[in-house]
């Protein structure tokens, strides 16, 4: 499925770039697929796809 209109990226693009590419950051994804946001209205997708392909990120407790 499409998500960002504007570059053409699919949903397998922000799969790849995320586990494949080891973006963290909607904005490595664009970097990933040699591309920039343009209008913004994808970004939230981006960013919610992104943590479900890479799953929760366990953080250490100091301690």
Same mark, same amino acid.
Request: net charge negative; proline share 5%; with cysteine.
């Given at each position: 499925?499409? $998500?960002?209109?504007?570059?053409? %990226? @699919?949903? !397998?693009?922000?799969?790849? &770039?995320?586990?494949?590419?080891? &973006?963290? !950051?909607? &904005?490595? $994804?664009? &970097?990933?697929?040699a591309? /920039?946001?343009?209008?913004?209205?994808?970004? /939230? @997708?981006? %960013?919610?796809?992104? /943590? *479900?392909? %890479?799953?929760?990120? *366990? *953080?250490?407790?100091?301690?």
């Amino acid at each position: 499925m499409y $998500v960002c209109l504007c570059n053409a %990226l @699919t949903d !397998r693009d922000i799969h790849a &770039a995320a586990t494949e590419g080891g &973006a963290s !950051r909607p &904005a490595e $994804v664009f &970097a990933h697929c040699a591309c /920039r946001a343009k209008c913004g209205s994808c970004v /939230r @997708t981006v %960013l919610g796809m992104m /943590r *479900e392909a %890479l799953g929760p990120i *366990e *953080e250490e407790m100091p301690g």
